[in-house]
């Protein structure tokens, strides 16, 4: 049991760090699409941004539940 504990400790962190990096990413495209005249593109991209952020709250919940108990 605590070896699949540490596996899925290892795998939030990864996944909230990947989301991090996907978050920027498409923030950084939404704004070069911005500026190319796609506004409703844009907002949909940071909207995406937005909600990575916003699985990365679960996933880190989710890993401090897990640390708790």
């Known amino acids: 049991m605590e070896v699949e504990k540490e596996?899925?400790?290892?795998?939030?962190n990864h996944w909230v760090q990947h989301n991090r990096e996907h978050a920027q990413e498409f923030t950084?495209?939404?704004e070069k699409?911005?500026?190319l005249g796609q506004a409703a593109v844009s907002?949909?991209?940071?909207q995406a941004a937005?909600?990575?952020?916003k699985a990365n709250e679960f996933l880190l919940a989710a890993l401090k539940?897990?640390?708790?108990?």
């Open 7 to 12: 596996k899925l400790r290892v795998l939030l």
């Open 28 to 30: 950084h495209w939404a």
């Open 33 to 35: 699409v911005e500026g």
């Open 43 to 46: 907002d949909e991209m940071m």
């Open 50 to 53: 937005q909600q990575m952020d």
């Open 65 to 69: 539940r897990l640390k708790e108990g």
